[in-house]
């Protein structure tokens, strides 16, 4: 849980090149840095070599972030997110 807490700083805090993040939560660099974020969560779930729990875990870890960011009013971010992963793992997601 501390981990899931920490990304999602990471991922909040990345949003913004210069200033305060919440400044410019729909700028592109923030847009890019969350579909960026995306794509880092979704790999675990694209690796042949986890095992179906795993998968299992990262796709709900996904879909928690991306509903953590709906709830604090991200939704351009959480829309981006949810682009970069499923450019990893198209099928999984929808």
């Known amino acids: 849980m501390k981990l899931l807490f920490t990304s999602i700083t990471l991922a909040i805090m990345l949003c913004a090149c ?3 993040p919440l400044d410019r939560p729909g700028s592109s660099a ?3 840095s969350a579909a960026a974020c995306g794509r880092i ?3 675990p779930t694209a690796d042949p070599a986890s095992t179906t729990m795993e998968r299992e ?5 996904i879909r928690h972030k991306e509903a953590h960011m709906r709830a604090m009013g ?3 971010a959480a829309d981006a997110y949810i682009r970069g992963a499923e450019e990893v793992i198209p099928d999984s997601i929808k």
Not at 57 to 61: I, P, T
């Open 18 to 20: 210069g200033g305060n």
């Open 30 to 32: 923030a847009l890019d």
């Open 41 to 43: 969560d979704a790999a």
């Open 57 to 61: 875990r990262a796709l709900l870890d």
């Open 74 to 76: 991200y939704d351009k």
